[in-house]
């Protein structure tokens, strides 16, 4: 698939965040988070979707009558067609799109590798990969702004993010001196499921499958995130966990951020 068409304007994005900030040291980072901002409030009306119909879904999820229908079907009642039908008029009755938290993760995937493949464009270093980059970047001071410096914090943004610091904490004798620990796809994974969980309807029926469906993307969905960040550049993981905490912010601002459903809740039938 030819992405040229989004990994164009991306570059040129952030090569024009990055020259606003001064194209210093960190500046090539910031552009990332900057850029992840812009990105986020772009995809605000859809995002607004995706927790309306998350909430709707936990109401279809403990409304007595959909819990009937699943008992039914799971009783051999009613077939699995009757079962959709009914399903699609209680979806009508309550509001409920069914793709409606599905469409922002849908958009979410080319701009993921749009912007995987502008990152690493936009770091160029040898001869060959500066002459492929130049045509597409439409600054004029481009021959100021190249090579781009990838230096942010602790990473080299063009690499898979490793953090050595062990070496200076622990006894050499321990022998961990050259094992990176992978930090960012450490904190993609945390804050991926922070935002997994506020999207995913939660419900008191243990036989609702669409719920166990969506308990199970909750920890599936940070896991890939997270994969992601270990095995590609560190300016992918950056856009994670920018992209992740803006999420959670706009959550708060809209009055969705529950702390509660986001911490593991006790088992009372067990106590």
């Avoid at 469906?213 to 550049?233: D, E, F, R």
């Amino acid at each position: 698939m030819n992405l040229d068409f989004i990994i164009t304007p991306f570059v040129n994005i952030l090569l024009y965040i990055y020259d606003f900030l001064g194209h210093g040291i960190n500046d090539f980072g910031w552009a990332i988070i900057l850029f992840t901002i812009l990105i986020r409030l772009l995809l605000y009306p859809l995002t607004k979707s995706q927790l309306d119909t998350s909430k709707n879904m936990q109401k279809l999820n403990d409304n007595p009558e959909y819990q009937k229908l699943q008992k039914k079907r799971k009783e051999g009642k009613i077939d699995q067609e009757e079962f959709a039908q009914k399903q699609m008029a209680l979806y009508q009755e309550l509001g409920i799109n069914p793709f409606g938290s599905c469409l922002p993760t849908l958009l979410q995937f080319p701009i993921i590798i749009g912007l995987y493949w502008s990152v690493t464009k936009a770091l160029a270093t040898s001869p060959l990969q500066l002459v492929n980059l130049i045509p597409d970047i439409n600054l004029g001071n481009a021959a100021t702004l190249l090579p781009l410096n990838s230096q942010f914090l602790w990473m080299d943004l063009s690499q898979p993010e490793r953090w050595y610091g062990l070496a200076r904490i622990l006894p050499q004798s321990w022998g961990l001196g050259e094992f990176g620990v992978p930090i960012m796809a450490i904190v993609v994974f945390i804050t991926s499921y922070f935002q997994s969980k506020m999207t995913t309807p939660t419900s008191s029926n243990p036989n609702d499958q669409s719920a166990q469906m969506g308990k199970m993307m909750t920890l599936y969905i940070p896991v890939l995130m997270a994969w992601l960040s270990y095995s590609y550049s560190a300016g992918l993981a950056l856009y994670f966990v920018a992209g992740n905490i803006v999420s959670l912010v706009q959550y708060a601002l809209m009055g969705r951020l529950d702390i509660s459903s986001l911490l593991p809740k006790r088992n009372k039938a067990a106590e």
